[in-house]
């Protein structure tokens, strides 16, 4: 399930509008409430953020890299250690591990690897192949956000700086990933997992 969260968007935006950012400098890390990292991602990039804390999966909800390259999402009210399975579109799924302070949390430069152009969470030779295959091709194409029905790729994925465009930067990108796999959430509640185990299950008096 996927639902924008509208306090980091509202965030952003007044950081925005009181020009306390420019773009590539964050000049106020931390940020009181928010979790905050700079990733290799172009602005505006939509990224689906799963958190698992206190031993539970929370619903996942999408944030996006404002103007000035800075991703940001609320940081959950607890004093463990929570991990945040991070994944923009095209790209891996990242693990990143903190633990919450009042002040903020900034995470600093974070890398995703990029361009799974068929989101099968694997950076393969398959997608080394098909953004080679695309050299020179740009976004007026008329397929460039379709799903290829024979590729099962889009090239829009292919396209990792967001350039609107596929050259050498994107095939470099995609060769220096080369092997990353996703970082991928547990894929159901710790305490389902627990009960299915049997582990938690009251016992009956001997
Ligand atoms: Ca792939
Ligand atoms: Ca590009």
């Avoid at 420019?22 to 009181?32: A, F, I, T």
């Amino acid at each position: 399930m996927l639902s924008v969260c509208v306090q980091c968007a509202v965030f952003i935006i007044t950081a925005t509008i009181s020009g306390s950012q420019s773009p590539g400098q964050p000049s106020m890390p931390p940020y009181p409430g928010f979790v905050g990292l700079e990733p290799n991602l172009p602005p505006m990039s939509l990224v689906e953020v799963t958190l698992v804390y206190d031993g539970k999966r929370r619903p996942s909800f999408g944030t996006l890299v404002d103007e000035g390259g800075v991703l940001l999402f609320s940081a959950p009210r607890t004093t463990g250690s929570v991990s945040a399975y991070a994944k923009p579109h095209g790209g891996l799924s990242r693990r990143l591990v903190f633990v919450p302070k009042p002040g903020g949390v900034w995470l600093g430069h974070v890398e995703f690897p990029l361009g799974d152009s068929d989101e099968n969470n694997r950076i393969d030779q398959g997608d080394l192949d098909y953004v080679t295959k695309l050299r020179g091709k740009t976004d007026k194409e008329a397929e460039w956000y379709d799903w290829g029905e024979t590729t099962q790729r889009m090239a829009w994925y292919a396209d990792t700086n967001g350039d609107g465009r596929i050259d050498e930067s994107d095939i470099a990108t995609v060769r220096r990933f080369l092997g990353s796999k996703s970082q991928e959430p547990p894929s159901r509640p710790s305490v389902v997992r627990q009960l299915l185990s049997g582990k938690s299950l009251a016992r009956p008096p001997q």
